[in-house]
């Protein structure tokens, strides 16, 4: 792990430098269960390295676990890249966070605060809304 940070870092210098990391289009859909509910955000990289999304952590839920859709597969990953140049979706249908043994049900208006963590770059915090069970963002995700 710690070779291939170091390849990272060295493949990083030379295309543009450190991954550049921001998040937008982040909500919770109102969840019907009081113990778990599903994430969606874009995380954006504009920087020349790609990164990994290796945790995200929350005081409102027992545990925030990754989750990558391939067909009608679901499965918990460990990480999952965000790619130099790019992004990584989290979107219903698709890549998404489950918030598991919530401290409280979230309801429509409140906002949930997590953290990223990443495995090169500095964790990014973000208040993520909860929005209607049906709200659909018109950022197409």
Do not use: W
Not at 51 to 59: G, H, N, R
Not at 84 to 107: D, I, R, T, W, Y
Not at 115 to 122: C, G, I, K, Q, V
Request: a negative charge.
């Amino acid at each position: 792990m710690v070779t291939g940070a170091l390849l990272l870092a060295g493949c990083g210098s030379d295309s543009g430098g450190r991954a550049e990391l921001s998040v937008r289009a982040a909500y919770i859909p109102q969840p019907v269960s009081d113990t778990m509910a599903a994430g969606f955000l874009t995380i954006v990289n504009k920087g020349g390295t790609k990164d990994e999304l290796t945790s995200v952590t929350t005081t409102a839920a027992g545990s925030v676990t990754l989750h990558e859709t391939v067909g009608s597969s679901m499965e918990q990953v460990s990480s999952l890249d965000v790619p130099a140049h790019g992004q990584l979706v989290f979107k219903s249908g698709g890549n998404h966070l489950m918030f598991e043994k919530l401290k409280s049900k979230p309801v429509r208006g409140e906002k949930l605060t997590v953290e990223l963590r990443f495995a090169t770059s500095d964790p990014l915090e973000v208040e993520i809304p909860v929005e209607s069970a049906t709200y659909v963002p018109t950022t197409g995700h």
